[in-house]
Nanobody, 126 residues
Framework: QVQLAESGGGLVQAGGSLRLSCAAS????????MGWFRQGPGKEREFVAA????????YYADSVKGRFTISRDNAKNTIYLQMNSLKPEDTAVYYC???????????????????WGQGTQVTVSS
């Protein structure tokens, strides 16, 4: 059974940092695009960041560009999201997602991702 397990969420003050991790199990995603999405209170799910299978290509939502960094370790079947200069508007449940098709690159389209984690809560206080 394929599972994506997020960790690293929590409560942080504005301006602080958090590092999210997403560990995959049940299959390898070393040839697959993976990404992060989030859903804030009363909001729709939105794209945050994505990374290509080899880590060479990354893409970010404008709202997080320059503050968040996505990375991956294929040997550990894990991706990360380093979040710096956090703002109250970053408060959301953060979800990890994986595309089951190899080498495909539709980074921002949620429907192109086939596997999703349960999410981890990030709360940024002002």
């Amino acid at each position: 059974q394929v599972q994506l397990a997020e960790s690293g969420g929590g409560l942080v003050q504005a301006g602080g940092s958090l590092r999210l991790s997403c560990a995959a199990s049940g299959r390898t995603f070393s040839r697959n695009t993976m990404g992060w999405f989030r859903q804030g209170p009363g909001k729709e799910r939105e794209f945050v960041a994505a990374i290509s299978w080899n880590g060479v290509t990354t893409y970010y939502a404008d709202s997080v560009k320059g503050r968040f960094t996505i990375s991956r370790d294929n040997a550990k079947n894990t991706i990360y999201l380093q979040m710096n200069s956090l703002k109250p508007e970053d408060t959301a449940v953060y979800y990890c997602a994986a595309d089951s098709s190899t080498f495909r690159w539709f980074p921002t389209v949620g429907s192109e991702y086939d596997y999703w984690g349960q999410g981890t809560q990030v709360t940024v206080s002002s």
